[in-house]
């Protein structure tokens, strides 16, 4: 390997270089941030090893300055100068080790050829994920990264990025709001992988209660809690030799976050009332939609822990941040429901796709998929037409769309009234004009049935004591339609309305 050994201590660095030269590496020494910086500028390294105190600044300089190369360098930080602070920090900005002087010849080899290994094995891995794709594409296969839809360049930028990180044992961590496509991002770079033979085992830490969490992950030994009546291994051995997807790993328990950094850093788990560890050797992806940093701050999910899940960060943009993949993910979402139900003829009818392009999908692709579902599940043809999808879409300007029957209304005034028929939503309420309706034709049929619609609307939420949701549902409309509504009318508080008790 190439090695840059940075240590104010000249002595020191021509001893660590000597040995370094004997165990057959190519190593450089710096004696500042300035001249290693400058040796980054102009030569290729493999690993740095970096003291934390030079003259004109700290080695973490010399770090931020190594992980902007391409590739980056694996980096170890040696000072006599050691804390906790120091260590998290240095992890944080891609350090892979951490070690405090003085450090003994053999620990100092030990790390060494560790990095040695993971750097051949990086190497290794490239090449077959390289061969992979190439093979798939010369046989006129779909690559895995097909299945992420779009041209935008948030989306060209996720692909690049699986491609790229796929074929190295690095743990990659995937963030984005809720359904983005996080763990189709994760099967992709599994699929790309040396091993995609393997199984891909996912976990959703949100769905395990905390009291079996240790044991899920873990597995656990006969006779380790009551019920444990036999040996079960867990989710880690599960995916040896494959990939372990720990889907909302955010929700981990706080006192088991420790556990999982260190089968993470030492590839080793020890089972529920087991005594001997056992090695595991699984390429880790990990996907949440909450801010793990802000956690960290806040004192409830580790730090450490974070920049270990945080080698290679993926964030999955959001569906309103690339519009311009709507009409093409519409089209594929689609096409997938052609084959599942088999109805070959099925397409959008005028004006479907540039509805959907202006809906705001706060729930991202898996909103839009369950429309799409819903549409094809009610269209009486094989065309979509905006009468076939959820009530939103009418807020873009579709027109004549049915809302689905939620049955009888049964949502009684403020809570106390019991249940309101059909008949008294409909009936005037008491001292309205007689000629109100009549006064209203003078302006026109348009006008008329405007004035019929906002004075249903304003009963409604009458008689359901203001909470929205249950007028919608006296009215039988959606949430969001009576809410476009009531915008029309003037009826809203304010611009997006958030006081709702409903």
């Known amino acids: 390997m190439n090695i840059l050994v940075v240590d104010d201590n000249a002595s020191l660095a021509r001893g660590l270089a000597t040995f370094l030269r004997q165990e057959g590496h190519a190593p450089d020494v710096a004696a500042s941030v300035a001249e290693a910086v400058g040796k980054l500028a102009g030569a290729s390294f493999d690993l740095i090893i970096t003291d934390l105190e030079l003259p004109d600044g700290k080695g973490l300089e010399v770090i931020?300055?190594?992980?902007?190369?391409?590739?980056?360098?694996?980096?170890?930080?040696?000072?006599?100068?050691?804390?906790?602070?120091?260590?998290?920090?240095?992890?944080?900005?891609?350090?892979?080790?951490?070690?405090?002087k003085p450090v003994p010849l053999e620990e100092f080899a030990f790390r060494v050829a560790r990095v040695a290994r993971l750097r051949k094995a990086e190497a290794r891995a490239d090449v077959l994920s390289r061969a992979r794709e190439t093979l798939l594409e010369s046989a006129g296969l779909t690559s895995p990264l097909d299945q992420i839809v779009g041209t935008s360049p948030g989306i060209r930028q996720v692909k690049e990025t699986i491609r790229k990180v796929a074929g190295f044992p690095s743990t990659v961590l995937l963030t984005g709001e809720t359904g983005t496509g996080k763990e189709m991002a994760a099967r992709a770079v599994h699929a790309l992988s040396p091993w995609a033979e393997g199984p891909f085992v996912r976990v959703n830490c949100a769905s395990i209660p905390e009291s079996l969490f240790e044991a899920e992950l873990f597995g656990h030994e006969k006779g380790a809690f009551t019920d444990a009546r036999e040996r079960r291994i867990g989710r880690f051995e599960a995916a040896r030799g494959g990939t372990l997807f720990l889907d909302e790993v955010g929700e981990v328990p706080l006192h088991l976050q420790a556990k999982l950094l260190r089968a993470l850093q030492d590839k080793e788990i020890v089972r529920v009332g087991g005594s001997g560890p056992i090695r595991v050797e699984t390429r880790i992806v990990a996907a949440t939609n909450r801010d793990l940093a802000a956690m960290a701050g806040a004192g409830t999910f580790r730090e450490d822990l974070l920049y270990r899940l945080a080698v290679v960060r993926i964030e999955l943009p959001p569906l309103r941040a690339r519009r311009e993949d709507l009409p093409d993910l519409a089209e594929h979402l689609l096409d997938?429901?052609?084959?599942?139900?088999?109805?070959?003829?099925?397409?959008?009818g005028p004006g479907v796709l540039a509805a959907l392009e202006r809906r705001p999908w706060p729930g991202n692709v898996r909103e839009l998929r369950n429309a799409i579902e819903r549409a094809v599940v009610l269209a009486e043809g094989d065309e979509l037409s905006p009468a076939a999808f959820p009530g939103p879409l009418v807020a873009e300007g579709a027109t004549n769309v049915p809302e689905p029957d939620h049955g009888p209304a049964r949502v009684g005034a403020g809570n106390s009234a019991g249940p309101v028929s059909e008949e008294s939503l409909l009936s005037p309420p008491a001292g309205t004009p007689a000629g109100m309706a009549a006064s209203s034709l003078a302006g026109g049929l348009n006008a008329a049935l405007d004035a019929l619609e906002r004075q249903l609307i304003e009963r409604a939420l009458e008689m359901a004591g203001g909470v929205k949701s249950r007028a919608a549902a006296l009215l039988k409309v959606s949430r969001p339609n009576l809410l476009y509504r009531m915008k029309r009318h003037g009826l809203l508080k304010g611009p997006e309305d958030p006081a709702d008790d409903g």
């Open 336 to 348: 997938g429901f052609r084959r599942e139900f088999g109805r070959p003829r099925l397409r959008f």
């Open 64 to 100: 931020r300055r190594a992980r902007m190369a391409v590739p980056p360098p694996e980096v170890i930080l040696m000072t006599a100068y050691g804390s906790v602070e120091s260590a998290v920090e240095a992890m944080k900005l891609g350090a892979m080790d951490y070690l405090t």
